[in-house]
């Protein structure tokens, strides 16, 4: 079972359109999750941290679900600007290091 | 804004060559990572870095890497006999804590790609 796992999309929407995005992992004991965002060819940038009680920064919107193991984002108001490829990221903990897990992405176009 | 830098961006070598790709991590971040990207597929961790030791590796990592922080800027990962599928993309990261604070999160830098022939 892949440990963290993403519709690939691609999701294709207008300006303007709300989108979602989830995300299911494996590892129950996982303690933190992320939403990255990557360009084509560029390095993981945090979008958000998410928070179990569910956050909200602007346009985008993360909650958690423990008990399903469920992760989702939600972007409201798409522009043109939020074309991108938007990772799931885990982060396991081991003997008090840290490394993160990734979802293999959902890529979303955003179009005129 | 600092950032973690890499270079080069791009590295071309042969197969079985040795190549070391450099990282300069935030000033005073004190945990260090490598990940990699196969084209087309998801980041997968490679190896973690604290005070001068590796604190946790994947399977990926095997004898044909190593880690070094050689000075008090740089952290490299050498990969020491290339293979046609060690072409990917790079990335290093680094982290001021390793966790149970919201500041342990990992920037990454813009990645070095590297293709064997």
């Known amino acids: 079972r892949k440990e963290v796992e993403q519709d690939p999309g691609p999701f294709n929407v207008p300006e303007g359109a709300t989108v979602a995005f989830n995300c299911t992992y494996s590892?129950?004991?996982?303690?933190?999750f992320f939403w990255y965002r990557q360009d084509c060819r560029k390095e993981p940038k945090l979008l958000m941290s998410?928070?179990?009680s569910g956050n909200e920064d602007g346009r985008f919107t993360a909650q958690l679900n423990r008990a399903s193991q469920y992760i989702s984002l939600l972007i409201r108001d798409s522009k043109l600007s939020d074309s991108a490829t938007y990772l799931c990221?885990?982060?396991?903990?081991?003997?008090?290091?840290?490394?993160?897990?990734f979802g293999a992405g959902t890529r979303l176009a955003v179009h005129p | 804004e600092p950032e973690v830098t890499q270079t080069p961006s791009h590295q071309v070598t042969q197969m079985g060559q040795e190549v070391i790709l450099r990282c300069v991590p935030i000033?005073?971040?004190?945990?260090f990572y490598w990940y990699r990207q196969i084209l087309g597929q998801k980041v997968e961790f490679l190896v973690s870095?604290?005070?001068?030791?590796?604190?946790?590796k994947s399977e990926i990592f095997d004898d044909q890497f190593s880690v070094e922080r050689p000075d008090g800027s740089n952290f490299t990962l050498k990969i020491r006999s290339t293979k046609l599928e060690d072409s990917a993309m790079y990335f290093c990261?680094?982290?001021?804590?390793?966790?149970?604070?919201?500041?342990?999160?990992?920037?990454f830098g813009p990645g070095t790609r590297l293709t064997v022939l």
């Open positions: 000033s005073n971040h004190l945990y």
């Open positions: 990261a680094s982290s001021r804590w390793t966790s149970g604070t919201s500041t342990d999160t990992q920037y």
């Open positions: 870095f604290y005070n001068n030791e590796i604190s946790e």
């Open positions: 998410v928070y179990s």
């Open positions: 990221v885990v982060k396991e903990t081991s003997g008090g290091y840290n490394k993160l897990i």
């Open positions: 590892n129950s004991a996982s303690q933190s």
